[in-house]
């Protein structure tokens, strides 16, 4: 909370510099207000523009402390760590997921070695972490290769083979593997809703489409899979075209995001402790696969995709 104090007198500057109506020892506190009772962050404050809404929509939005309060009422702790876990994931979801991959900890140094030769482009992730922190991309060419294996042996680490996107999405967004998050909760009755869709993308630096770790995303629209209005990343940074391939996010047609809402409808069933979770999807030259489950979906994507504060409506769903 300390810290807190100290980093929200810094971004107050912002706040006013997006509101010049309202003074900076207002925006300070505002900013303290909704941190300390509702559980709004600066990222949730900046990214939902708190400084244009009213007390009442404010109220509506699902914040960084709500978001946790919905995992612990829509999951068990054996769903959360079951989604955690990246290689029980893989084995628990498998007749959804093509890509080979291995268990480093499982796995001799020499099977590893085999395993990025064969394979050629592999991507290295954390076991149980999250935001895309900790990914190392390997190419069984570079003179490094060795080195990033023996860093890796002994600790808690998946290695998948590189899948690419079909050409329309590699050519919007280049360097990156880009996904198709789209936000599922089962109700009370077992009715599943699709509460928001987004395309997520690098930002033509890192290879990476992790909203957190430096990617950027854009709303798509659930009725014909085009995307809608600006992307965004963290920050508060607005995008109209993409900032590498310089095409314009809005209108943009999403291919197979028909397929995508046919899939997530099967897979949102079938573990259905799992009742709110955020589904990742590549569409690829060899269909749609299957990427991660996130319990919970980020809330600050999943609302700025569903245009609208979503605290009310998920609790009148429990």
Same mark, same amino acid.
């Given at each position: 909370?300390?810290?807190?104090?100290?980093?929200?007198?810094?971004?107050?500057?912002?706040?006013?510099?997006?509101?010049?109506?309202?003074?900076?020892?207002?925006?300070?506190?505002?900013?303290?207000?909704?941190?300390?009772?509702?559980?709004?962050?600066?990222?949730?404050?900046?990214?939902?523009?708190?400084?244009?809404?009213?007390?009442?929509?404010?109220?509506?939005?699902?914040?960084?402390?709500?978001?946790?309060?919905?995992?612990?009422?829509?999951?068990?702790?054996?769903?959360?760590?079951?989604?955690?876990?990246?290689?029980?994931?893989?084995?628990?979801?498998?007749?959804?997921?093509?890509?080979?991959?291995?268990?480093?900890?499982?796995?001799?140094?020499?099977?590893?070695?085999?395993?990025?030769?064969?394979?050629?482009?592999?991507?290295?992730?954390?076991?149980?972490?999250?935001?895309?922190?900790?990914?190392?991309?390997?190419?069984?060419?570079?003179?490094?290769?060795?080195?990033?294996?023996?860093?890796?042996?002994?600790?808690?680490?998946? /290695? *998948?083979?590189? @899948?690419?996107?079909? !050409?329309?999405?590699?050519?919007? =967004?280049? +360097?990156?593997?880009?996904?198709?998050? &789209?936000?599922?909760?089962?109700?009370?009755?077992?009715?599943?809703?699709?509460?928001?869709?987004?395309?997520?993308?690098?930002?033509?630096?890192?290879?990476?489409?992790?909203?957190?770790?430096?990617?950027?995303?854009?709303?798509?629209?659930?009725?014909?899979?085009?995307?809608?209005?600006?992307?965004?990343?963290?920050?508060?940074?607005?995008?109209?075209?993409?900032?590498?391939?310089?095409?314009?996010?809005?209108?943009?047609?999403?291919?197979?995001?028909?397929?995508?809402?046919?899939?997530?409808?099967?897979?949102?069933?079938?573990?259905?402790?799992?009742?709110?979770?955020?589904?990742?999807?590549?569409?690829?030259?060899?269909?749609?696969?299957? /990427? *991660?489950?996130? @319990?919970?979906?980020? !809330?600050?994507?999943?609302?700025? =995709?569903? +245009?609208?504060?979503?605290?009310?409506? &998920?609790?009148?769903?429990?």
């Amino acid at each position: 909370m300390l810290k807190y104090l100290v980093k929200s007198w810094r971004n107050s500057a912002y706040i006013v510099k997006q509101n010049p109506q309202m003074c900076r020892l207002s925006a300070y506190f505002s900013l303290l207000y909704w941190f300390y009772f509702y559980g709004n962050d600066f990222n949730d404050y900046c990214t939902f523009r708190f400084w244009e809404k009213s007390r009442k929509e404010k109220k509506s939005y699902v914040s960084l402390r709500r978001n946790d309060r919905l995992r612990f009422a829509l999951s068990t702790p054996e769903v959360h760590k079951l989604f955690l876990d990246k290689a029980k994931f893989n084995i628990r979801f498998s007749k959804f997921i093509k890509r080979r991959w291995i268990l480093v900890s499982s796995t001799s140094q020499l099977e590893i070695e085999r395993f990025v030769m064969v394979e050629k482009s592999v991507v290295a992730k954390p076991l149980s972490d999250f935001g895309g922190h900790g990914i190392i991309k390997i190419n069984s060419n570079e003179n490094h290769t060795n080195d990033y294996i023996t860093s890796l042996l002994g600790k808690q680490y998946i /290695i *998948e083979e590189c @899948i690419q996107n079909i !050409e329309q999405l590699r050519k919007l =967004a280049p +360097g990156s593997l880009n996904t198709i998050r &789209i936000v599922t909760l089962i109700d009370r009755f077992g009715q599943l809703h699709i509460l928001a869709a987004l395309l997520r993308m690098g930002n033509g630096i890192g290879y990476t489409d992790n909203y957190h770790d430096g990617g950027i995303a854009c709303p798509i629209d659930i009725s014909n899979g085009s995307l809608k209005g600006n992307a965004y990343g963290m920050g508060c940074i607005e995008y109209e075209k993409h900032p590498l391939s310089k095409i314009k996010f809005d209108g943009f047609r999403v291919p197979d995001f028909d397929k995508c809402i046919d899939l997530v409808k099967e897979i949102a069933f079938e573990e259905p402790a799992a009742r709110y979770v955020g589904w990742d999807f590549a569409i690829t030259p060899n269909g749609i696969e299957l /990427i *991660e489950g996130n @319990i919970p979906p980020g !809330e600050d994507i999943t609302q700025i =995709a569903a +245009g609208r504060g979503l605290w009310n409506e &998920i609790n009148e769903l429990l």
